[in-house]
């Protein structure tokens, strides 16, 4: 569980990470391609990192978040515990790989901000309570629809359609709740590409904005024991 769900997270991150770097960073061929390529691409990294979690034997969590979700609702702490561990130490692996593929490009971005924009996410406008409750209701979403999609489906969902679906799911919440905060979701998602930033010897960067930090890990955990509460009062 734990060598899937951190192979799975890092190809979430290398993907995630690496089309914001493309679109952000100087002399990219990507840059400027806006905010449906990013969202796209997140989408993409998703859909990826879930099927090479699910190859490898893991559940395609991919986020801490979701394994807290299922501790509410009577999962296995010692279990959760472990995938979450992979998770974040896949979030940092990946960010290292995106560091590494646009080495050349660190140097010639001026913009700090733009920079650690590749790794974590940060608000369009600093509100923390307003930050947190856009983190919380969006992942409440996840968490709720995700569980809602498989429900429906039952025995009906074609093998290997998840990851598509849950792919969509992320592209249509990027496109319609990533605008406040860059829709994180994800602890892991956020918080091990920002150490990332902090430890590597990234040309000109700035600060990695630990003011911030907390946003993007409570946020999510508040929404996704939110969905899991209503899901198991739902009978879903």
């Known amino acids: ?39 796209a691409g997140w989408a993409f990294a998703v ?4 099927f090479v979690s699910s190859a490898l034997g893991g559940p395609g969590s991919l986020n801490p978040a979701g394994e807290i979700a299922g501790i509410v609702r009577g999962g ?17 692996i990946g960010a290292i790989l995106v560091w590494l593929v646009y080495l050349p490009h660190w140097s010639e971005t001026a913009d700090k901000g733009l920079k650690l924009a590749v790794f974590s996410t940060g608000p369009a406008i600093r509100n923390p309570a307003m930050n947190v409750l856009t983190e919380a209701i969006a992942t409440f979403a996840l968490i709720f629809i995700v569980n809602c999609i498989f429900k ?57 904005d630990w003011a911030y930090s907390w946003v993007p890990v409570v946020g999510p955990i508040i929404g996704a024991v939110v969905a899991a509460l209503l899901l198991t009062a739902l009978k879903v």
């Open 76 to 92: 296995n702490v010692n279990t959760a515990v472990l995938n979450i561990a992979g998770q974040f130490v896949g979030a940092f």
């Open 152 to 208: 429906a489906a039952g025995t009906t969902l074609p093998g290997g359609l998840g990851p598509y679906l849950v792919g969509a799911l992320i592209w249509g919440l990027g496109l319609s709740l990533g605008g406040p905060t860059g829709y994180a979701l994800n602890p892991a998602r956020d918080l091990g590409p920002r150490i990332a930033h902090f430890l590597l010897p990234i040309s000109g960067k700035g600060d990695s």
């Open 1 to 39: 569980m734990f060598l899937a769900e951190m192979f799975g997270t890092m190809v979430l991150i290398l993907l995630g990470d690496g089309v914001v770097a493309n679109v952000l960073l100087n002399k990219s061929k990507g840059q400027n391609a806006g905010w449906i390529v990013i969202t």
């Open 47 to 50: 859909m990826s990192g879930v």
